[in-house]
């Protein structure tokens, strides 16, 4: 972003430079280009109608980088016809914080509103951060900041409880090929040059810059500034440009289509073939072309039940640590988190036991959804129930010597139907022998 001195304005008409970097000649200068964040400025959303009816007040814009905080803001000063004035948490001390409030108080008297952004709010300390309180609550000010940290740890109470936090999501790769489509064609960016780049260099540039726009457009501008100019003025990318711009090989990887699919297919049968080696190859594969770590954590914990079961009782759980941890750190580092269960499952010894028993019993309940509960296993909460048998026979199993009563669960149909057949495999070889004299015991078959 290019910083405005402390005494600066921006207005509405004011463009960037052709010589300005590519990130900021397309910023959207009104919201009709402002590309993500359906959910705060989409149809009805709350911020769209606080700027469609100019009731803007003090607001922190709390997301990643790269996602529109200060383009957003800039977009509300103009659209309110607002003074702006751009604060830098490292270079703005007390005296010029003050020297601004008064300036603001000024216009406020002729009837010009001061929006004042400072960006990185939480780098301002706790003294810097209480020079703007009673001109915010006086309304001298309207107060955007924006924050890659979390407000509530980062922002004084008091301050805080003066503004209303938005928070802004990381930009889709949809998002991000879009601004990159209407880059090569609007005159601020490429527009005025004839480019020849296939939509899938597009899309590659936009998972790897990760939910970012200024990483996606400097990506963009670095790959057109290298590729090859052709006599006629045009310039030509091709992949082995964007390789080098990128600083790693552009992986044939699409999340919506065939290859999606087809890597985690090569994931999931590489560990049920006990293939760790291949398994963490395809794992890497998908998470260096910017698959989301969680949907792959998502398809480990199916695994860890529709393959391993209670062959291993512990690969659910691992798997769903994987998953939180995941979640806690996300890329690069949850890498190894996603390996080491990877792995561990790979090498797990190996049931279906579970999901076979689900499935079948599946097949008998969508044929059978009216079949009764037995009387002796219905709830009797009333006397009319009681009256009607409802539970009548039912054994406590912790009243027997066994712990396990005799008497039978499933409907008179399907008494002798066996849906969980355990193998020999790990611990499911304990589970088969206890299910085996459990069943035998119910059945009075143990004499």
Same mark, same amino acid.
């Given at each position: 972003?290019?910083?405005?001195?402390?005494?600066?304005?921006?207005?509405?008409?004011?463009?960037?430079?052709?010589?300005?970097?590519?990130?900021?000649?397309?910023?959207?200068?009104?919201?009709?280009?402002?590309?993500?964040?359906?959910?705060?400025?989409?149809?009805g959303m709350i911020l769209r109608q606080m700027l469609e009816r100019d009731q803007i007040c003090s607001m922190i814009f709390w997301g990643p980088p790269g996602v529109?905080?200060?383009?957003?803001?800039?977009?509300?000063?103009?659209?309110?016809?607002?003074?702006?004035?751009?604060?830098?948490?490292?270079?703005?001390?007390?005296?010029?914080?003050?020297?601004?409030?008064?300036?603001?108080?000024?216009?406020?008297?002729?009837?010009?509103?001061?929006?004042?952004?400072?960006?990185?709010?939480?780098?301002?300390?706790?003294?810097?951060?209480?020079?703007?309180?009673?001109?915010?609550?006086?309304g001298s000010i309207t107060l955007i900041g924006a924050t890659t940290e979390n407000p509530s740890f980062e922002i004084n109470a008091a301050l805080l409880s003066r503004?209303?936090?938005?928070?802004?999501?990381?930009?889709?790769?949809?998002?991000?090929?879009?601004?990159?489509?209407?880059?090569?064609?609007?005159?601020?960016?490429?527009?005025?040059?004839?480019?020849?780049?296939?939509?899938?260099?597009?899309?590659?540039?936009?998972?790897?810059?990760?939910?970012?726009?200024?990483?996606?457009?400097?990506?963009?501008?670095?790959?057109?500034?290298?590729?090859?100019?052709?006599?006629?003025?045009?310039?030509?990318?091709?992949?082995?440009?964007?390789?080098?711009?990128?600083?790693?090989?552009?992986?044939?990887?699409?999340?919506?289509?065939?290859?999606?699919?087809? =890597?985690?297919?090569? &994931? #999931?049968?590489?560990?049920?073939?006990?293939?760790?080696?291949?398994?963490?190859?395809?794992? $890497? +594969? *998908?998470?260096?072309?910017?698959?989301?770590?969680?949907?792959?954590?998502?398809?480990?914990?199916?695994?860890?039940?529709?393959?391993?079961?209670?062959?291993?009782?512990?690969?659910?759980?691992?798997?769903?640590?994987?998953?939180?941890?995941?979640?806690?750190?996300?890329?690069?580092?949850?890498?190894?988190?996603?390996?080491?269960?990877?792995?561990?499952?790979?090498?797990?010894?190996?049931?279906?036991?579970?999901?076979?028993?689900?499935?079948?019993?599946?097949?008998?309940?969508?044929?059978?959804?009216?079949?009764?509960?037995?009387?002796?296993?219905?709830?009797?909460?009333?006397? =009319?129930?009681?009256? &009607? #048998?409802?539970?009548?026979?039912?054994?406590?199993?912790?009243?027997?010597?066994?712990?396990? $009563? +005799? *008497?039978?669960?499933?409907?008179?149909?399907?008494?002798?139907?066996?849906?969980?057949?355990?193998?020999?495999?790990?611990?499911?070889?304990?589970?088969?022998?206890?299910?085996?004299?459990?069943?035998?015991?119910?059945?009075?078959?143990?004499?």
């Amino acid at each position: 972003m290019d910083q405005l001195s402390l005494f600066d304005t921006e207005t509405e008409n004011s463009l960037a430079p052709a010589t300005a970097p590519l990130a900021d000649r397309m910023r959207p200068r009104d919201l009709e280009d402002y590309i993500g964040q359906e959910h705060l400025l989409g149809k009805g959303m709350i911020l769209r109608q606080m700027l469609e009816r100019d009731q803007i007040c003090s607001m922190i814009f709390w997301g990643p980088p790269g996602v529109g905080k200060t383009t957003l803001a800039r977009i509300i000063a103009n659209r309110t016809k607002s003074s702006f004035v751009n604060f830098s948490a490292v270079t703005s001390g007390i005296k010029e914080i003050k020297d601004i409030m008064k300036q603001a108080e000024d216009n406020r008297a002729y009837g010009i509103r001061t929006l004042c952004f400072v960006d990185e709010i939480h780098r301002f300390n706790k003294a810097q951060q209480d020079a703007f309180l009673p001109y915010v609550e006086r309304g001298s000010i309207t107060l955007i900041g924006a924050t890659t940290e979390n407000p509530s740890f980062e922002i004084n109470a008091a301050l805080l409880s003066r503004c209303k936090v938005f928070v802004l999501k990381e930009l889709t790769a949809d998002n991000l090929t879009e601004l990159l489509a209407r880059t090569l064609k609007d005159k601020r960016g490429f527009g005025n040059t004839d480019i020849h780049m296939e939509g899938s260099l597009l899309e590659t540039i936009a998972v790897f810059a990760n939910g970012d726009a200024r990483t996606a457009l400097n990506t963009l501008e670095m790959a057109v500034l290298n590729g090859a100019i052709s006599p006629d003025g045009s310039i030509t990318v091709t992949s082995d440009t964007l390789e080098q711009c990128l600083g790693k090989k552009t992986l044939l990887y699409d999340k919506k289509g065939e290859e999606h699919y087809n =890597l985690i297919s090569a &994931l #999931h049968k590489s560990m049920r073939n006990s293939d760790p080696d291949a398994a963490v190859y395809w794992l $890497a +594969r *998908m998470l260096e072309a910017g698959e989301d770590p969680l949907f792959i954590a998502r398809r480990l914990i199916r695994f860890a039940s529709e393959d391993v079961g209670l062959a291993d009782s512990q690969a659910l759980p691992l798997a769903v640590a994987a998953y939180q941890a995941c979640h806690f750190n996300g890329m690069p580092e949850c890498n190894l988190n996603l390996a080491q269960t990877v792995i561990y499952l790979s090498l797990a010894p190996r049931s279906n036991a579970v999901y076979r028993a689900y499935e079948t019993a599946k097949q008998d309940a969508l044929r059978q959804l009216a079949e009764p509960v037995p009387l002796n296993i219905r709830n009797a909460p009333t006397q =009319l129930m009681e009256d &009607l #048998h409802y539970g009548q026979g039912y054994v406590y199993a912790h009243d027997t010597e066994e712990k396990i $009563a +005799r *008497m039978t669960c499933l409907p008179d149909s399907l008494k002798d139907r066996r849906y969980y057949l355990p193998t020999e495999e790990g611990n499911e070889g304990i589970f088969k022998d206890r299910l085996q004299k459990s069943r035998a015991f119910r059945l009075g078959d143990d004499a």
